[in-house]
């Protein structure tokens, strides 16, 4: 679910049809089931009894939200609803599918909020936006008129910085062919300057560029969310450390003790 592990995707490209890939959190669900079943019995033993008590309050508190969370989404309501718009098995139900295999769309649950989806539902109309927006380029619009105002060419595209060379005749307006998320931010290289960033109509991202010749960056830094579990993260495994080598230690010095005895 991160960059690191993107050859994993390229290596089995059926994997994009999964629609939700976070629920490959089951594997993760699983493994801690199995150390949950490993420190049992270290957990009830008098010296962890605070530990343990900790442990019951979490687990006390998810329940909770979980329950309320099903009571509020699994409700008869919300199923009949489902139920009743759910697709019949159709010769065009059928093409339907073929349609989306073959171009690779995403449910619309996948596409970003902006996006024009009633247009991209209607695949003629996908491939021509497809031919008319080619990946990883960019283009400069007149504020005014919505002509042809420069050159915007990709001089580096990687996962979060893409970096322009921008020839702009006149105050322009650029829309980057890549899809829209809330956190990107544009930059002329060597000022502070931070251009806003909005999305067009069809989700891509679209921001007013200055005249003249520069280097322009388009970035997503890091939020305030992702620094944080990165954080979480080094804790826990200073933490973990931590914790073997304390078990080591303890280790080490029962075993001293039984060889002296």
Known sequence: MTKFSSFIWQMAPFMKFLQYPFRLNILLVLSVAALAAVAGPHLLQPRSRMIM???????????????????????????RTALARRPRVTPEWTEAIRQAVRTQIDAS???????????????AAFDRFVA?????????????????????????????????????LRDSQLTLNHFYYVGWQGRIDGTETILTVSPSPDGLIQFDVPKGDYDLIVELPKDRAERAGKVISLVSLALLGGAAIWAGLGANRAGRAAAAS
């Open 109 to 123: 649950a996948m596409w970003p909020k902006p996006a024009n989806l009633t247009a991209l539902r209607d695949y």
């Open 132 to 168: 008319t927006h080619p990946p990883k380029t960019a283009r400069l619009e007149a504020l005014s008129t919505g002509q042809s105002s420069g050159t915007a060419r990709v001089e580096s595209w990687q996962p979060r910085r893409v970096m322009l060379k921008i020839e702009a």
């Open 53 to 79: 008590l900790f442990l019951c309050v979490v687990v006390a508190g998810w329940l909770r939200r979980d329950v309320r969370s099903s009571m509020e989404f699994f409700s008869v309501s919300v199923w």
